[in-house]
């Protein structure tokens, strides 16, 4: 590296033709970097002009720039700080852009890739007429602007950062628009719960159920499942595994992932009951069920009372005897065939409970 003291007694010149940095605290009127294998960090600071040349790469991570200037195929890449008026001044130079800030962009012969940052001034020149630029986002929208410039292009980057640059006359045209994914993770769904009824083995074997995975903007590639037994953690693949599972709750946890991100933890409840188990289930279910009806017959009662004093006092109010007469009669026949199920449920009741003394007969030695 050489330095060279300019003709300004505000700043001085430096000259890069071999790798370096510049930080914070450093300020420059100029620097030139040079060479095919140099590299020049700029971390901080404040540079009035940078320009590379000779196929060097600069690489600005923060500080500010008032003008930046790429020559003769080489690299400049903006991933923080200020940088007004980046330049591509001719064929085979290059200015990636993935954040930052930027103000009057001018595009000459070479190409300008954007994929991040924000452009506030006047947005993007077109300097030479056949430079390239190419922006790399999604749900881009064009707006033209007649009389002022070409118009103003909204979007968002990959990240989902919006944004939003204006061109200048005659600067549109050499965009290339590139769609990307939004790059959503994808989304697991570890099905709906199960119970499962245990014979006489010692496992029982349960199909898991993960189909109703998704992936917004693209395909699930594996299917990972994760259960704990006694301690001890258990693991199965696919969209639906058979596993064995003893007596008892099991959690089972889902993560799918798409080759690129996974997916936030989805669960599903497996239990495993014995025969006699799903029976007392069954029937207390049933008993849940009984009590309702009786509740149900109850209000439906107080209605046909209440509609039966009404026809006794003869005043009907808005009413008419008829309608009173056709509403007490539909309430009681919905109230027989709510006697009918109360008998059949009375009837099945039994017959769990007959079940379950059957099975505890049969378990005693």
Not at 142 to 153: E, H, S, V, Y
Not at 337 to 361: C, H, N, P, T, V
Request: proline content about 4%; charged content about 20%.
């Amino acid at each position: 590296m050489c330095v060279s003291i300019g003709p300004k007694a505000s700043g001085a010149y430096i000259t890069f033709s071999s790798d370096g940095v510049i930080q914070d605290g450093e300020f420059y009127d100029g620097v030139f970097v040079y060479g095919k294998n140099t590299a020049v960090e700029i971390k901080g600071g404040n540079i009035a002009k940078l320009s590379s040349y000779d196929r060097s790469t600069v690489n600005v991570t923060g500080g500010h720039i008032t003008y930046a200037q790429s020559y003769e195929q080489s690299t400049i890449n903006i991933s923080g700080g200020t940088v007004r008026v980046p330049t591509t001044r001719d064929s085979g130079s290059t200015i990636n852009i993935t954040g930052g800030t930027f103000w009057n962009v001018e595009v000459g012969s070479g190409t300008l890739n954007m994929s991040g940052g924000h452009i506030a001034g006047l947005g993007i020149f077109n300097a030479a007429g056949n430079g390239k630029v190419n922006i790399e986002g999604y749900n881009f929208e064009f707006n033209p602007m007649p009389g002022q410039n070409d118009g103003r292009l909204t979007g968002f980057w990959q990240g989902g950062m919006p944004f939003s640059i204006d061109f200048r006359p005659g600067a549109y045209r050499l965009v290339t628009l590139n769609e990307t994914s939004i790059g959503l993770a994808p989304v697991a769904n570890a099905g709906p719960d199960q119970t499962v009824v245990l014979g006489t083995a010692a496992a029982a074997v349960v199909t898991l159920d993960g189909s109703a995975s998704r992936d917004p903007d693209g395909s699930i590639y594996r299917y990972e499942w994760f259960w704990t037994v006694n301690s001890v953690t258990f693991e199965a693949e696919g969209i639906n595994p058979t596993i064995l599972l003893p007596l008892g709750e099991h959690t089972i946890e889902l993560v799918v992932n798409d080759g690129q991100r996974k997916s936030q933890p989805d669960y599903v409840l497996v239990e495993v009951l014995t025969p006699a188990q799903q029976i007392e289930r069954l029937r207390n279910e049933k008993l849940r069920l009984l009590e309702q009806i009786d509740l149900m017959l109850v209000k439906e009662q107080q209605v046909i009372d209440e509609l039966n004093a009404v026809l006794d006092s003869g005043n009907y109010g808005s009413l008419n005897q008829d309608d009173i007469i056709a509403a007490t009669q539909a309430i009681d026949s919905a109230m027989q065939y709510q006697q009918q199920a109360k008998q059949e449920l009375d009837s099945s009741i039994e017959q769990l409970q007959d079940a379950l003394a059957s099975l505890g007969k049969s378990a005693k030695p």
